[in-house]
């Protein structure tokens, strides 16, 4: 399973990373901002991209919508912010996202919220 993690953060990219490497199967692409995504995703098209909030050439919600036009319209997306209220949980509902995940994500979050989306085989 390949995830694309998008974050200008880079003790989130690397606790992400670390998440990641816990679990068998998974592997991780990581973007400190939308246009790397972007170029990323061309290179090689995710199974599931998790998207900050907040990114320093936009937001993840306007994100994901370029991300969908630029060829990714059925890729399972979850948008990952520090921000913790229903009002968040609602917009990323609306703009597409499947989940809404809080930051830091460790590994029992990432293997429980995969196994929420569907990917749980991929990372027994």
Request: negative net charge; charged residues 20%; contains cysteine.
């Amino acid at each position: 399973m390949h995830l694309l993690y998008v974050d200008d953060d880079r003790i989130n990219l690397m606790l992400f990373e670390n998440a990641c490497a816990a679990l068998p199967g998974v592997r991780v692409s990581t973007a400190a901002d939308g246009a790397e995504a972007l170029d990323l995703a061309r290179v090689e098209a995710p199974d599931l991209l998790v998207i900050d909030l907040h990114l320093p050439d936009g937001d993840g919600t306007e994100l994901l919508a370029r991300l969908r036009e630029a060829g990714l319209p059925q890729v399972p997306a979850v948008l990952c912010s520090a921000d913790h209220d229903a009002a968040l949980r609602e917009r990323a509902a609306a703009a597409g996202f499947a989940a809404c995940w809080s930051k830091p994500v460790d590994a029992g979050t990432l293997r429980q919220g995969l196994a929420a989306l569907g990917f749980a085989p991929a990372v027994a």
